[in-house]
């Protein structure tokens, strides 16, 4: 008996889990200075972040340790800590399916930085994101979550720096959010197995 509700379980798990659509949205494919930052510019050794495209000119890859950075991340703002500019890229979607958005932004409110970040996804534009306003850089990090309809076979995620100082993203994660009939289609011929051979078994 116990090990029947246990295919039950695995196997409903494993068809409920879904993917991050999003290309290296960890931003770890390339490693950056640890407790430090890395230009990323035509005119640097670095010129691009994979799996993104770039607008502007001025990004900067931030290591791990850099103003409380756990994980590496991009600043919009660039090295130069300019406005105009950001990242964006081109998903892979269904269209009428939902999906689930989320990400880390931090601004420097712990240092007084004015930073924000703009985000838009399936035609939603949202402004001026700001981090945590603390006095704990460690802290000043928020992570977002949006739920999105898509429309199109393809939809633009795009994040911009919408302050010119210390505009950070991490984490960035889009997933799709399973139908609440697709757990039961899946699960209930599972269920009806067992069923049955538990029936057999008394």
Not at 4 to 17: D, K, M, N, R
Not at 65 to 93: F, K, M, P, R, W
Not at 166 to 176: L, M, Y
């Amino acid at each position: 008996m116990k090990k029947s509700f246990i295919l039950i379980a695995c196997a409903v798990t494993g068809f409920a889990s879904a993917q991050n659509i999003v290309s290296n949205g960890d931003f770890s494919h390339s490693t950056y200075t640890h407790g430090g930052w890395d230009e990323i510019s035509s005119s640097s050794a670095i010129t691009s972040v994979y799996g993104w495209h770039s607008v502007g000119n001025d990004l900067a890859g931030i290591g791990v340790g850099y103003l409380g950075a756990t994980n590496q991340e991009i600043d919009l703002s660039g090295g130069h800590d300019q406005g105009g500019t950001g990242i964006y890229q081109v998903l892979n979607t269904k269209a009428n399916q939902t999906y689930k958005l989320s990400f880390d932004v931090y601004t420097g409110g712990g240092y007084g930085y004015p930073g924000g970040v703009d985000v838009s996804f399936a035609g939603q534009q949202y402004a001026n994101l700001q981090g945590y306003a603390g006095s704990n850089a460690s802290l000043d990090r928020k992570q977002y979550t949006y739920f999105f309809n898509a429309t199109s076979a393809t939809t633009t995620l795009d994040f911009m720096d919408n302050h010119g100082v210390v505009s950070h993203i991490g984490n960035v994660d889009c997933q799709a959010v399973p139908e609440p009939s697709t757990f039961f289609g899946l699960g209930l011929p599972f269920i009806a197995f067992a069923g049955r051979r538990l029936k057999k078994k008394a």
